[in-house]
């Protein structure tokens, strides 16, 4: 069965400070992955995402991920945290053209000034 | 804007009785999914709709849980007979299958928070 483990419940960084979100997947074949981000009283927003081809994926905001099939990650990065990124992270993965996503727990991400 | 919009945005009900939640998914989007979101936890496929049909109900929580989609527009989630157990943020998304672009992605509402006394 299809599962996503986010190991880090909560993670705390300096404003400036470079940026590390693990996500872990168990699937079969090639899965489709998500990162999403949730603000309080806002609706998930789509970070980015990857289908096939290069690894190393550019999403909105400055943040990019990149897909080790050989370690079933597919890891957030942002270089320079900003206050404003403060929010919960949320991995998914999917199959069958995105029907069903299963979903991380999330990781809550506090930014200290 | 014309994003995916929910309502009511906040429910506030009594054990028993039976609530209905509202989406308006972006318009021209052909695929609608119903979720549900505990405290600390990631959102939990319940339901989707392929125009007005509805193609997976098997993770719907209960028999309690039932949604339509009857123009293949709008789409209403209702639970009945609410239990405290119910207590939760349900989200509906919204994605167009079979175009170009942007596709396979699925575009969020606020969401519904509905606490069960």
């Known amino acids: 069965a299809q599962s996503v483990t986010q190991p880090d419940i909560h993670i705390t960084v300096s404003e400036g400070a470079s940026l590390e979100l693990r996500c872990n997947y168990s699937y079969g074949a090639t899965p489709y992955l998500f990162w999403y981000v949730q603000s309080p009283g806002q609706g998930l927003q789509l970070l980015l995402k990857y289908f096939s081809g290069d690894t190393l994926v550019q999403g909105i905001k400055g943040f990019e991920a990149e897909f080790k099939r050989s370690q079933s990650s597919f890891n957030l990065r942002k270089p320079s945290v900003h206050w404003s990124d403060a929010a919960e992270y949320f991995c998914a993965v999917g199959a069958d053209s995105n029907y069903q996503l299963i979903w991380g727990a999330g990781t809550k991400l506090i930014i200290k000034p | 804007d014309t994003g995916v919009s929910q309502d009511p945005r906040h429910k506030i009900t009594k054990r028993g009785q039976n609530v209905t939640f509202r989406c308006d998914p972006i318009?021209?989007?052909?695929?609608l999914y119903w979720y549900r979101q505990t405290l600390g936890q990631g959102p939990e496929f319940l339901t989707y709709f392929q125009n007005e049909a509805q193609l997976e109900k098997s993770r719907l929580l209960s028999d309690r849980f039932s949604a339509e989609r009857p123009k293949g527009s709008f789409s209403t989630l209702e639970i009945q007979r609410t239990e405290q157990g119910d207590s939760a943020m349900y989200l509906c998304a919204s994605t167009l299958e079979g175009g170009g672009g942007s596709t396979d992605t699925q575009y969020f509402g606020p969401g519904t928070r509905l606490t069960v006394l």
């Open positions: 318009s021209e989007h052909n695929r």
